[in-house]
């Protein structure tokens, strides 16, 4: 290796662009090799995981408690459920405490929680640490939190559910008294889809104590965190597919929620197997860790071309360095080596320069793994997946990438005879043709990793700026919940950036809406839910909301959009709206139909009453557009006693939230903008190191065009074209596959853009210009060179 380690030192450019782009690329592959195997092999690990399916219906994971044992005893091939539900809250241990608003760090579950999975207990029986409602097993991050070295078993914690629903009756079951007795400590969780945030798990018979309120067949039972989750576990050899239409007749007539109401259609029973929960279109992501098999097909293919770039550069440069190690191999060859000597040699430098590379790609990602995680939207814990097993399957993964990058080389190196040196016509066989292709390839690759970036960034600045029936500029939804209105209202009035102030009754429109009625339909004998709300006519005006038909003033009259006129079956002769409550309501008009939240969004049945004088109203109010504004807005409402953790639910801008709720689209954008970046990045290495040694190769016919009389612009311009022909030939194959690839990707939204030839042209020109930036000045430095100097390196 003596002899490769003094090649590296004399070749800086070549060690550096290989190290650097190989190093950089295994980092991504090592994040993203920890990420995919979690998502993949979540909740596999239970040895009873393929017999294990979560019930729900078509759209929500979704179960009432006792249903649980009402399926059991119907359904002989359940051999054991397990129900579980988040809830937020604190937890005290003496003067200490834990709390989280956020997440649901309270884990509420059946008590054979420990023997339906197999979570590993540090402490305790799994049969019996959760088989009394005052029992409960904490982690071990919250053992060592409160109890240090000292031993948790046996000691008291008090827990105190966050309240989110109150229950309207007598019996209030709330209480936040409930001291609990330590049991059993578990190793945190993790490589599940059950929340990796949960601090402490509680037995569900106390549900309605920590959570509020009780569960009943008309409603589905659910925390701020989402609902109840209900898991089966069928015998061995048996299977539940044969009893979905049992479970749907019994829900539909035991749950009043459940089946057909009010004109809304039921639900229709699910069964989805433990290891697909992941991936689930069921799973919101709310209560449940999420996987995206689409997010981990972009991030599979971006690092999979950054890796290509690297490999392909190193493969590339070490081609063209093959003039300047020929000496060395003919040496080799005159003192006894053979080509397979000479070729294992070859092989094992490469697969030394991987080490080298990985090794320093495994620190940088220790170093970036949390940016990763957030960035990918999913857990990598390097420190936790090391193993015998990982360590073997990176070992194999080196020994393959640096065979598969140092077997070209190797083939290209070992097959010239020592004559090949002595006669000089080495030179003459290396005519850079894999060079070509390989340029030819990356290129292509980032053509269509730019256009992608583009057309995503573009698409998504056509939804957020979409016309969605309403005004959202500079406007801002300030609620007075908890606080008096007239003194909220007093005060925006007087700071300097508002320029109105109107009224409503708490619905937003980019978001949220206040309250639904239930309307009687001439067309049909099923109601039609209809939202409402109110307003002033300020608030109207700054709304923006375009009147269609006005019937005049009425004295708590409606107006309706036109999809809920068009749904109650009005006709232009009906001024009225007829209630399902029996209650009679003035049509006053009918407005434009609006889109609630984004674009995206279906239209919904809406209806709204203007009215100045609103009881206990929250505001809408129109800003200057200073950025002082929301500062100054939550200031505001801190000031009024708001607890820190909810004063940003009463400050609302209606720009932010349209934006916000195109945060999946703009985290692809991210994420494909990075790899775009840095595979340029490599690319533009790649292409000064192979212009470097072009040029080191041309240097000769560079001098003697110079003495013929040819300028130092003609030479620089024939290199030029001679350098960038691969691009061109690289942009005639990217245009079709990148228009066919984000084709396909606009087809999922119903507001798209459409695909301009100039979106392609931009991205080919920017390329273009990327290229010749980067090799443009090595030749421009060459081309200026004596020609005598040229002449006499050679």
């Known amino acids: 290796m003596k002899s490769y ?180 400590v578990v190793r945190d969780l993790d490589r599940t889809i059950l929340p990796n945030k949960t601090q402490i798990i509680l037995s569900m018979e106390r549900s309605a104590q920590v959570i509020g309120y009780t569960f009943r067949q008309q409603n589905f039972p659910l925390t701020y965190f989402g609902y109840c989750k209900l898991f089966l576990m069928t015998r061995p050899g048996t299977t539940l597919s044969d009893r979905l239409d049992d479970i749907q007749a019994h829900l539909t007539k035991n749950y009043p929620s459940w089946g057909p109401y009010f004109g809304m259609d039921g639900h229709e029973a ?30 599979l293919s971006a690092v999979l ?83 015998i097993g990982s360590l073997s399957l990176c070992l194999l993964f ?40 390989f340029i030819i390839l990356q290129n292509t690759i980032a053509v269509v990793m730019l256009t992608a970036a583009l057309v995503i960034f573009l698409q998504l600045q056509h939804l957020i700026h979409a016309p969605l029936g309403y005004n959202v500029e500079n406007l801002y939804y300030i609620s007075s919940q908890g606080f008096r ?67 005049g003033p009425a004295s708590e009259g409606y107006y309706l959009n036109e999809l809920a006129f068009q749904k109650l079956g009005l006709s232009e002769k009906d001024r009225q709206i007829n209630w399902y409550s029996g209650d009679k309501s003035p049509l006053r008009g009918v407005i434009k139909d609006f889109h609630m939240s984004n674009i995206l969004f279906d239209v919904q049945p809406f209806g709204l009453i203007v009215e100045d004088e609103l009881e206990g109203p929250d505001f809408l109010v129109k800003t200057d557009g200073s950025k002082e504004a929301k500062p100054a807005f939550l200031k505001m409402i801190a000031d009024q006693g708001c607890p820190e953790t909810e004063i940003e639910m009463h400050v609302i801008s209606l720009e932010e939230t349209v934006i916000q709720s195109f945060e999946e689209q703009q985290n692809t954008l991210r994420i494909i903008s990075l790899f775009t970046l840095v595979a340029v990045v490599i690319s533009v290495m790649g292409f000064v190191g192979m212009s470097l040694f072009f040029i080191r190769q041309r240097k000769k016919e560079i001098g003697l065009r110079k003495i013929m009389g040819s300028t130092s612009r003609e030479v620089m311009g024939l290199m030029l074209r001679t350098f960038c022909m691969p691009l061109l030939i690289s942009f005639v194959i990217a245009v079709p596959i990148s228009y066919y690839i984000m084709a396909h990707w606009l087809e999922d939204f119903s507001y798209r853009i459409t695909l301009s030839p100039w979106i392609f042209a931009a991205t080919c020109a920017f390329s273009l210009l990327v290229a010749i930036i980067s090799v443009g000045i090595q030749i421009a430095k060459a081309a200026r060179t004596n020609p005598v100097e040229s002449i006499q390196t050679e």
């Open 398 to 437: 080196i020994l393959f990438v640096g065979t598969l990058a140092g077997i070209l080389p190797t083939w290209h190196l070992s097959r010239y005879q020592p004559i090949d040196i002595v006669k000089g016509s080495f030179r003459f066989h290396s005519k850079m043709v894999l060079s070509r292709v």
């Open 5 to 184: 380690l003094k090649f590296l030192s004399r070749n800086k450019v070549y060690t550096f662009i290989s190290v650097a782009g190989l190093a950089v690329s295994l980092m991504f592959v090592i994040l993203l090799g920890d990420y995919a195997w979690r998502q993949f092999s979540i909740d596999t690990w239970h040895k009873n995981s393929d017999r294990i399916y979560l019930l729900g219906d078509q759209k929500e994971f979704a179960m009432w408690p006792q249903t649980a044992e009402e399926i059991r005893r119907m359904c002989p091939e359940v051999e054991r459920t397990c129900c579980v539900m988040s809830q937020s809250g604190k937890i005290r241990y003496g003067q200490q405490e834990v709390k989280d608003q956020e997440n649901g760090i309270i884990l509420l579950a059946d008590s054979t929680f420990f023997s339906f999975f197999d979570f590993k207990l540090i402490q305790g029986d799994p049969a019996t640490v959760l088989n009394a409602p005052d029992k409960c097993v904490i982690t071990e991050s919250l053992a060592k939190r409160l109890f240090a070295s000292k031993n948790p078993i046996g000691e008291g914690l008090h827990i105190v559910g966050d309240r989110h629903i109150t229950q309207e009756d007598a019996q209030d079951p709330y209480d936040s008294t409930l001291v609990y007795t330590v049991s059993g």
């Open 305 to 387: 071309a950054i890796l290509f770039f690297a490999v392909s550069n190193y493969i590339n440069l070490t081609v063209a360095n093959t003039s300047f190690r020929a000496k060395e191999m003919a040496t080799r060859r005159l003192f006894g080596s053979n080509s397979l000597q000479i070729s294992l040699k070859l092989i094992a430098e490469s697969v030394l320069m991987v080490t080298v590379s990985f090794v320093i790609g495994l620190v940088l990602a220790f170093c970036f793994q949390e940016d990763a995680s957030s960035l990918f939207r999913g857990k990598i814990a390097l420190q936790n997946d090391v193993s």
């Open 485 to 551: 209105p007239d003194v909220i209202r007093s005060q925006l009035e007087k700071m300097p950036f508002v320029e109105e102030t109107g009224a409503n009754d708490g619905t937003t429109l980019a978001g949220f809406h206040g309250a639904a009625r239930m309307a009687e339909c001439n067309n049909k004998q099923d109601p039609e839910m209809v939202m409402v709300t109110a307003m002033d006519s300020t608030a109207f005006r700054l709304s923006g909301l375009k009147i269609l038909k006005d019937y």
């Open 270 to 299: 699910s069964l989805t197997k433990l290891h697909d929960v992941m991936f689930a279109k069921q799973n919101t992501e709310k209560d449940l860790e999420k996987g995206d098999k689409t997010r981990l097909l972009i991030l």
